[in-house]
Structure formats: structure tokens, C-alpha cells
């Protein structure tokens, strides 16, 4: 076995990490334990595979991510979840004139007052965020926190979730005018 | 319309433009294009700001419930850490 792995001493080590990690991703407690579990039975298959050259933590993370990859791309396929999507797709036709592409009479952007870069953000303004976070498809939430938040690379992405890079840059887009535009409906 | 029209419309094209922007080259066409609509366009110059800021928001986010750290109850960890002794002792 490997020197620098130490199963031994990876749930005291590793196991919360990993938890609020996918917490984060998966906003559900369950489907987070489960994955936890799952990753470390998976790493021990694979502990021959390890070569040293990220740390213990980064290799596991990396097994746990290819797994909440492998669930938002279930998730993002099931039926209710298209039903969500295609009324998220019609909300979006509604934000721009289907002529000419310019903003509608009552979606064209207005300040928040939180423009400023040293703004503090209060926590009222958090919450509205988480919420207006949670309204998202689960597609669209995939790709924003894979790119945003874990900085994928595109290709990484397109290939996980199975989508051309063409819809790619579809779903950054409308994932982000349907956040900004429930944060302006929900905070002015 | 004309090309120059078109461009100063479409709003929903800009946005895209914006999102590319922030984390792809744009090419040299695009980024014409860009520059002219928000010169003329307020709407979306409002835009491109909160856009920055929202990344910046919802990584923050992440960032502080990752801290906060959400933790695995000890029966949990103890089932679990088992779990990996049985599979060690299989080899």
C-alpha cells in the first residue's frame, strides 16, 4: 500500500471536510452522507491508482466531485426536472423582446445599491440569494457552481454533464439573468 | 435593420457577451460589439456590474459554509471508519 495514504485515519482526518463539501454542492444532508461513504470505499479500491502527487485530501475531493458530477447529471435529466426547466426556458423569452433581443418593458435591470465593490453584503441579501439560488434548474445550478465556484475547466464540464459547448455558454447565460433577475424582484 | 441597429438592440446577445467575457476571450468581432451596445446602453451596463458582483457574492457563499463546516455525527464516523477496517482487513 501506498506510503502516503492513510485509510486509518481518514474519517477523523477528512470526513467532515468532505461532508460540508458536498452539503455545499447537493443541499441535502442524506444524499451528502451517502456520498461521503461512498467515496472513501471507492478510494480504497483505488488506493493502487494514488501517486503522490496531489495531497490525500485533494485526491479524495477529487473522487467525491466525479460523484456529485455523476448526481447532478441524474438529477438533471429526470422528468419534474424538465418540467422546472421549460417553465425557467419560458420565463427567460419573457426578459428579452423575441424581435429585436432588447430588454422588456419591466426586466431592464435597475441598481441595487450593492454595485459597489466594498459593499457590505448584510444578511438579509444573503438569504434572498440562497433562495433565489435554489430556484434554479438543477442543470443550470450544475454548470454555475462548477464553474464559478470550483473553476472547472469548460471542457471538464460540457463532458460531465454530458452538454455541447454551444449550450454551455447558453446555460451561464440565462442561469444568470433568471439569479439576477428573482434578486431584483425579491430585494427592491 | 442595420448591422450598426442590431447590435444596439440586442440586449440579450450583450449579456452573453458579458458572461463570455468574464471568463473566455472574446473575439475581436465580439468585443466590438460589446463596446458599442454599452456605450449606448445603460440597462446593460447595470448589468455587467451586478453579473461581477454576484460571482463574488455566491463564491463568498460557498465559501463561508464550507467554515461553518456542516459535521458528521460520531455514530456516523464510527459505522464509517468500521467500514474501511473490514475492507483494509480483506486485503
Known amino acids: 500500500m501506498n506510503q502516503q495514504l492513510k485509510p486509518h485515519q481518514w474519517v477523523a482526518a477528512h470526513?467532515?471536510?468532505?461532508?460540508?463539501?458536498?452539503i455545499a454542492r447537493l443541499n441535502d444532508e442524506e444524499q451528502a452522507r451517502d456520498l461521503v461513504q461512498e467515496t472513501f470505499l471507492a478510494a480504497l479500491q483505488k488506493v493502487s491508482a494514488f501517486?503522490?502527487?496531489?495531497s490525500e485530501r485533494t485526491?479524495?475531493?477529487a473522487i467525491l466531485k466525479n460523484k456529485i458530477v455523476d448526481i447532478y447529471r441524474?438529477?438533471?435529466?429526470g422528468l419534474k426536472t424538465t418540467a422546472v426547466q421549460a417553465a425557467a426556458e419560458q420565463e427567460q423569452n419573457d426578459f428579452f423582446d423575441e424581435a429585436n433581443g432588447h430588454w422588456t418593458k419591466s426586466s431592464g435591470p435597475k441598481e441595487f445599491g450593492i454595485e459597489d465593490k466594498d459593499h457590505l453584503v448584510s444578511k438579509e441579501f444573503e438569504r434572498v440569494l440562497k433562495m433565489c439560488l435554489q430556484k434554479l434548474p438543477a442543470l443550470w445550478m450544475s454548470v454555475f457552481t462548477m464553474k464559478h465556484i470550483d473553476e472547472e475547466p469548460t471542457e471538464t464540464i460540457c463532458a460531465g454533464l454530458k452538454i455541447s459547448s454551444g449550450n454551455f455558454w447558453v446555460i451561464i447565460h440565462?442561469?444568470?439573468v433568471s439569479l439576477r433577475a428573482c434578486l431584483?424582484?425579491?430585494w427592491i | 435593420m442595420g448591422y450598426l441597429k442590431?447590435?444596439?438592440y440586442n440586449c440579450k446577445k450583450a449579456t452573453l457577451l458579458i458572461e463570455k467575457q468574464e471568463m473566455a476571450r472574446l473575439t475581436f468581432k465580439e468585443a466590438f460589439e460589446l463596446r458599442l451596445h454599452l456605450f449606448g446602453c445603460s440597462f446593460c451596463r447595470i448589468y455587467k456590474k451586478q453579473s461581477a458582483v454576484i460571482n463574488q457574492m455566491v463564491r463568498q457563499l460557498f465559501h463561508d459554509s464550507s467554515l461553518k463546516g456542516a459535521k458528521l455525527d460520531d455514530a456516523f464516523k464510527k459505522d464509517l471508519q468500521e467500514r474501511i477496517e473490514n475492507e483494509l482487513n480483506k486485503n
Open chain 1, 174 to 176: 440565462r442561469a444568470k
Open chain 1, 59 to 61: 485526491w479524495l475531493t
Open chain 1, 184 to 186: 431584483q424582484k425579491n
Open chain 1, 74 to 77: 441524474k438529477k438533471s435529466s
Open chain 1, 15 to 22: 470526513a467532515d471536510y468532505l461532508y460540508s463539501f458536498a
Open chain 2, 6 to 8: 442590431r447590435v444596439i
Open chain 1, 51 to 54: 501517486e503522490g502527487k496531489s
